[in-house]
């Protein structure tokens, strides 16, 4: 059991792919969640996404993070907000028109998390969190995130597509509280 303690207390294991760097050119498919799933970025009205007004805070901050970083030239044009979660795809390095496989003989580097995906997804939960409470408005994101590296173009193209009908099918995604057959995360 001692090596599932640190410093005596237990942790939970990295869900990271223990053979990728998260820092080098790649896409990554991306989910965040709000705590206990709660609809804090608006509603699904016939299909479409209606957006509260922390709901278009996080559309702009996914946006201004690209902004924010343009040496790691990314690219998360393709995302989407959801009352209680965020999809998105995260190109670093490259444009997501030259996907192509990935190698897969790397490992994750422990140590400062700078200039990778978890920096990226720090700064961006930060970031809504602080205009959050700047309007007083009652927020919080469950811990951590969910990723996959994309492997090749199709799997790109499947999620993209998955991302882009996710308001449409609304009704039965796991997210939703109040699908009957939901299971969380």
Same mark, same amino acid.
């Given at each position: 059991?001692?090596?599932n303690k640190?410093?005596?207390?237990?942790? *939970?294991?990295?869900?990271?792919?223990?053979?990728?760097?998260?820092?080098?050119?790649?896409?990554?498919?991306?989910? @965040?969640?709000? +705590? =206990?799933?709660? $609809?804090?970025?608006?509603?699904?009205?016939?299909?479409?996404?209606?957006?509260?007004?922390?709901?278009?805070?996080?559309?702009?901050?996914?946006?201004?993070?690209?902004?924010?970083?343009?040496?790691?030239?990314?690219?998360?044009?393709? &995302?989407?907000?959801?009352?209680? $979660?965020? $999809?998105?795809?995260?190109? @670093?390095?490259?444009?997501?028109?030259?996907?192509?496989?990935?190698?897969?003989?790397?490992? =994750?580097? &422990?140590?400062?998390?700078?200039?990778?995906?978890?920096?990226?997804?720090?700064?961006?939960?930060?970031?809504?969190?602080?205009?959050?409470?700047?309007?007083? @408005?009652?927020?919080?994101?469950?811990?951590?995130?969910?990723?996959?590296?994309?492997?090749?173009?199709?799997? &790109?193209?499947?999620?993209?597509a998955y991302?882009? $009908?996710?308001?449409?099918?609304?009704?039965?995604?796991?997210?939703?509280?109040?699908? +009957?057959?939901?299971?969380? *995360?």
């Amino acid at each position: 059991m001692s090596e599932n303690k640190f410093r005596n207390k237990y942790r *939970i294991p990295s869900a990271r792919w223990k053979n990728w760097d998260y820092g080098d050119e790649g896409a990554y498919f991306v989910t @965040i969640c709000t +705590k =206990n799933r709660e $609809h804090y970025f608006g509603e699904i009205v016939n299909g479409e996404m209606q957006y509260s007004e922390l709901g278009i805070i996080a559309v702009n901050e996914w946006i201004k993070s690209m902004a924010l970083r343009p040496d790691m030239q990314l690219d998360m044009e393709c &995302f989407q907000v959801m009352p209680n $979660h965020i $999809h998105g795809i995260v190109v @670093i390095g490259r444009s997501a028109d030259s996907m192509g496989a990935v190698n897969v003989n790397k490992g =994750n580097k &422990f140590g400062p998390q700078q200039k990778n995906l978890g920096s990226i997804m720090r700064g961006f939960k930060s970031a809504v969190t602080m205009q959050a409470r700047t309007l007083d @408005i009652s927020f919080a994101w469950q811990e951590r995130y969910y990723d996959r590296v994309i492997r090749d173009d199709d799997e &790109f193209r499947r999620i993209a597509a998955y991302i882009e $009908h996710n308001p449409a099918n609304w009704e039965n995604d796991k997210q939703n509280k109040q699908n +009957k057959q939901n299971n969380p *995360i």
